[in-house]
């Protein structure tokens, strides 16, 4: 088994500078346990020359060295600083990198575009269970758009043009007049106009990274009020783009800074972004709008992790497997073996047919995850759980199944689940309700069949004869508590799924 190590990764981008420090732990789990951003708009600085001087090379300096002692408290084993396109462009780019390195004492990678859009591939892939679409990346000087089929790479291409260049060119007054949005417009157009491929494959899903996308989905979920403040895999309700970008152009900086989920320090560069988003957008002629937290630098923490296969098979059996070693709680054998009973039950059963096989799918992530909120308190973790997954969430999962799964996991009554549930009534659908405490259920039926966390029942045999449902368990060593959980649920799982349980204990047979 390894040991815990962290890993740092440093992005200069062209408007922030950022660090995210990444722990993995002795199961090979990871989750971000420090990120920093200082803003730099190294766009902004490039000189008429094409050149980034030496006095605003300087003002990059102590950031990297601040970032650099960070990654020394946090005793991190590698640290990766990758530049992209404010350096990458710069007509002294070598200059720049030389300098960094001999100052800080790092060793800074230049990403071509391509190597850019790539990362950012590999971030996405790895956070969000899709198969083909296309990827936006909005930095603050360039703008990298990827098509996807089959979860690969079919065409990418980085267009010289972000927030902050974009923002430089044609804002100079603090706002946008009809004429300069026109010309941003035209200026994205001609560029799209020379990759054909992306209006060769329209309706499909536009998935957006960066911090400006983030605050565009920030902004329309406050506007919604939405119940689950999660900025990953968000999907942008229909019009609010055209909204925000109608808008924002005309409104004085001091008022723009003032909208709900508009962070200041965005506020005046935000309309030159959304409108190459929606310009791209309407060219690639895409069906729906999803905002990422994943992008580069979780590209290059899959890569360094496993270079060999840094894409995983399945996203949302790796988040719940990282999720449960991240708290694994001496539960571990327990939780993995009320998971395969969980499943059996579920077979005999197929609570929801309309369903099949996502419903399978919640109650499996359920029965992993069940006992996760034990890390924070082991008495009331049901409540600690449900929080835990709905704010760290699953990949692969949307943002309702991700609390159709919290809802299941933490399962004890249906009048508590009514009450949780009215919390989410923007998301969840009319039937969510009904299909979360039959799962409920059942998880509580998987769960008492291993209470005493000795896995005594090694198999178990279910059929069902008109009201009867019939549990056979096959027992390696005495199944006394496990009898007596199943008791004490007996009367609610009856009233709950309309069948009556019957129990049979019998001695294991290996043959």
């Keep these: 088994m390894s040991t815990q190590f962290s890993i740092g990764i440093i992005d200069i981008g062209s408007n922030s500078i950022r660090l995210v420090i990444y722990e993995i732990n002795s199961h090979g789990a990871y989750r971000v346990v420090s990120e920093h951003k200082e803003s730099a708009r190294l766009s902004e600085r490039i000189g008429p020359d094409g050149c980034l001087h030496n006095k605003d090379i300087q003002l990059v300096v102590p950031i990297l060295t601040h970032y650099s002692m960070l990654c020394k408290a946090h005793e991190v084993k590698t640290v990766r600083a ?21 100052q800080t004492g790092l060793r800074i990678e230049v ?29 603050g000087g360039s703008t990298e758009v990827t098509l996807f089929r089959g979860r690969s790479v079919a065409e990418s291409f980085s267009f010289p043009f972000g927030a902050v260049n974009t923002t430089r060119q044609f804002m100079r007054s603090g706002t946008l007049a009809e004429l300069e949005v026109a010309g941003i417009r035209r200026m994205v157009e001609e560029a799209v106009a020379s990759q054909p491929w992306i209006r060769k494959s329209p309706n499909l899903p536009m998935i957006g990274l960066g911090g400006g996308i983030r605050t ?15 900025a990953h895999n968000y999907v942008l309700k229909a019009g609010d783009l055209d909204y925000f970008v109608n808008l924002l152009p005309a409104m004085a900086l001091e008022k723009r800074k003032k909208i709900d989920g508009l962070s200041k320090d965005r506020a005046d560069i935000i309309i030159p972004g959304l409108i190459i988003l929606d310009t791209i957008m309407k060219a690639a002629n895409s069906s729906s709008f999803i905002t990422s937290g994943a992008g580069l630098r979780d590209g290059l923490l899959h890569e360094t992790l496993n270079p060999k296969q840094p894409l995983k098979a399945d996203v949302l059996e790796a988040s719940i497997e990282n999720l449960l070693m991240l708290h694994p709680n001496g539960a571990v054998a327990h939780v993995r073996h009320v998971d395969n009973l969980a499943m059996k039950l579920y077979d005999a059963l197929i609570i ?40 760290a969430h699953i990949d692969g999962f949307s943002h309702r199944e991700i609390i159709v799964c919290s809802l299941i996991a933490s399962f004890k009554t249906k009048s508590r689940t009514h009450a949780q549930a009215l919390v989410f009534k923007d998301i969840l659908a009319e039937s969510d309700e009904n299909m979360i405490m039959k799962l409920g259920l059942l998880l509580q039926l998987a769960i008492a069949l291993d209470s005493s966390e000795t896995q005594p029942v090694q198999d178990v045999e279910v059929s069902i004869s008109g009201k009867t449902l019939t549990l056979k368990l096959h027992c390696i060593h005495n199944p006394a508590h496990e009898l007596k959980a199943i008791d004490s649920i007996a009367k609610d799982f009856e009233k709950g799924s309309g069948l009556k ?4 204990a019998v001695a294991f047979s290996r043959t």
């Design 216 to 230: 565009l989905g920030k902004m329309s979920q406050k506007k919604h009020k939405y119940s689950l403040p999660l």
């Design 501 to 504: 349980l019957k129990v049979q």
């Design 111 to 139: 990403l071509s575009g391509k190597e850019e859009a790539r990362y950012g591939f590999l971030g996405v892939m790895n956070a969000i269970d899709i198969q083909d679409g296309f990827i936006i990346d909005i930095g």
């Design 82 to 102: 990758v530049a992209t396109a404010a350096i990458r462009n710069a007509a002294n780019s070598a200059e720049i990198v030389r300098t960094l390195e001999e």
């Design 352 to 391: 929801d047919p309309a369903q099949q096989p996502r419903s399978k799918r919640y109650l499996h992530a359920a029965a992993k995850l069940y006992r996760i909120g034990a890390s924070v308190h082991y008495y009331q973790y049901a409540k600690h759980t449900q929080y835990m997954i709905t704010q």
